[in-house]
Structure formats: C-alpha cells, structure tokens
C-alpha cells in the first residue's frame, strides 16, 4: 500500500474504554495530496514500512464546510497546531484552541468570530472528560497529569500520550468549567508531589514532561524484561503496574471527591499498557534514537514493532527509532507498507 499526502491527526476514537477487546494501533488520518480526501491508515506490528517526511508544513485548519485549509505554512505559531495566518486570523484566538478560553461563560460568545470559524460551536460547548495518568519512571516512583478532553474527540488525547495506567474520574458540560476543574486538579496533584500512595513515591506532577520521554522509559523498561532479566525481576516489573492500578484508583477518587459536582458515577481505571499493540519479541535492540522534528526531507524505514500512543516504534537493524507522529502534523508524508 502506497499513500501520499499531508499527515492531518492520529486517531485513537475507533477504541470504545468501556469494552476493550484486545490490542489496537491508531489511524492514522491523511489528507490525500491528489483527492484531498482523508484516507484511515493502520500500521501494525511486524509490517515492513517505509516512511517519508517532508518538513513543509500544511495547513490542517478544518473549516466549518468540513474541508482542510492545506495552504502551506510560512511560519509556524505553535508547534502543535499547525495553521496557516489567514486560519489564525479567523479564529478568536489560539488560547481558546488549547482549552484556555478568553471570555466568561455569560458574555460567550464573544466575537463573531467564535461562530464563524465553529469553535464556540465546536469547542467551547462540548462536554469534557476530565482523565488521570500514570507513568512508572523508577522501581517505585511515579509521575502523574491531570488533562482534558472533548467528548467529541474522545478517548484519542487519553490514549495517544502513551500512559500505561489511566484514571477518568469527571466529566464537565463545556470548556469554562471543564478549564475550572483542570486547573483545580493541578493543584490537587502538585501538593502530592514527593508523597507516597500504594508504595509509590510521587516524584513529578507537572505538564512539562514531554511524552516521547514517558515512552522511552517505557521501552527501555518493556525492552529489558523481554530480553535481559531473570524470571524473578519480570515478576517484580510486572507487578508495579497492579501498584500504580491501585495508586490510580486512589487519586482518582481524590479527585472525584474534590469535584462533586461533575464526578463520573465510578472512576474508571484502564490498564492501558496492555491496549497499545506492540510485538515484544522485536523490542531488542542496541540504540533507541527519539525522533520529535525533522529538519529536512527524512526517510525512515524499518519494521513496525508498535504503538505506545501516538509513538511509533520503528526497528531498523538494531535501532529502535521512537518516531513521535503527533509532532509531525501537518507534514507531507509518504507511507509504503508491505
Ligand atoms: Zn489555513
């Protein structure tokens, strides 16, 4: 299979938390260059991929109509969200895209803009979930976030940030007091910082912590008991995850408590690690290179080992490249799979 054209988002909504069977990898969604259609792409283990990345960024700007802007991008505003300036100045502002909105709930919507462009429709109105992660960084520590997501894109922010463990504990009916409870919540984890729970050290809370970091550790850690440990280490990495499970419960019933209001029924825990596909038998290997950003035209080839969210494992001989596909939205890409 051959496909060409600009990389617009990584999909994870194909996957229903409250009946997992199984394993899954992502879509992948591609705006085709000649149809302009958006075109699903699976990429699973063991499957041969060849991958081109043109560093050129895309507009990916949904207008109301539904369509894609794809004008190509001079400069880049923010790295995450790759719009063109003429898609800039039709929206009221970039703070209401990445959920800090700039006007109170009674004066919405502010501008003309805000109807136009779809967001106040869109965004603003929608419902959010309100999720817990966490990551096992050392034999005992943990670090944890807090985050958010619109119940019309759900669970793909949950899943593509590659969390072993989740919590979802609320829900709120639009942004404003979606934006309340997630700062809230920050707060709440931030005094948990250096704390023990479940036998668990608490060692950040923040949200600077990129997630091509989580995921490496991650590997390193999933590599080793594939490959190098005795049967008794195995048991014992095996058995932080029932840790951070039970730690996760508890946090998330902390939060749930602390927004009465908007708590879930149940705080619903997923073991995510064992969701993502992943071959375990390819995850040996003899260096790991992170890849975030392109600077020029990159080819990378290699067999698919698999998914940890939105990251893609790569093997090509004895590198394992963590390929961070959120990252290149916007991109020109050219996917080959056998
Ligand atoms: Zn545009």
């Known amino acids: 299979m051959e496909l060409k054209g600009v990389l617009a988002y990584i999909s ?8 997992i069977k199984g394993r899954y990898v992502p879509k992948l969604v591609v705006i085709e260059s000649r149809s302009r259609k958006e075109i ?48 800039y100045n039709l929206i009221p502002s970039i703070k ?24 106040y429709q869109d965004r603003c109105k929608v419902p959010r979930f309100h999720y817990f992660l966490a990551y096992p960084i050392g034999h005992n520590s943990v670090y944890i976030k807090v985050g958010i997501q619109r119940e019309t894109t759900y669970p793909t922010r949950v899943l593509e940030q590659g969390a072993p463990i989740i919590a979802l504990y609320a829900k709120t009916p639009n942004i404003w007091k979606g934006r309340e409870v997630e700062v809230e919540s920050r707060l709440v984890l931030e005094e948990m910082v250096g704390k023990s729970i479940s036998g ?10 990129r997630t091509i970091a989580m995921v490496e550790k991650l ?29 996760a419960r508890e946090v ?75 990252r290149l939205r916007g991109c020109l890409i050219n996917i080959s799979i056998s």
């Open 96 to 119: 209401c895209i990445v959920g800090e909105p700039q006007c109170k709930e009674e004066e919405a919507p502010k501008s003309i803009k805000c109807i136009k462009s779809g967001i």
């Open 200 to 209: 668990l050290r608490i060692e950040h809370a923040s949200e600077k912590k």
């Open 252 to 326: 998330g019933h902390v939060l749930a408590e602390r927004f009465r209001g908007y708590k879930l029924p149940e705080v619903k825990v997923i073991r995510a690690i064992d969701l993502y596909d992943m071959d375990e038998a390819l995850l040996r290997y003899d260096r790991i290179e992170e890849i975030t950003s392109i600077r020029g035209t990159s080819k990378f080839k290699g067999t698919v080992v698999g998914w940890l969210g939105s990251c893609l494992l790569l093997k090509e001989k004895g590198i394992l490249r963590i390929i961070d596909l959120r």
């Open 40 to 87: 699903e792409v699976e990429m699973k283990p063991g499957q041969q991929l060849e991958l081109m990345v043109i560093p050129q960024r895309y507009c990916i700007f949904r207008k109301p109509d539904g369509k894609y802007c794809l004008s190509p991008i001079g400069r880049l505003h923010v790295e995450s969200i790759p719009f063109c300036e003429r898609c």
């Open 219 to 247: 590997v390193r850690r999933r590599s080793s008991i594939a490959s190098t440990l005795e049967s008794f280490m195995e048991v014992k990495h095996e058995d932080i995850y029932d840790l951070v499970v039970r730690l």
């Open 12 to 19: 994870w909504s194909h996957v229903n938390l409250d009946h």
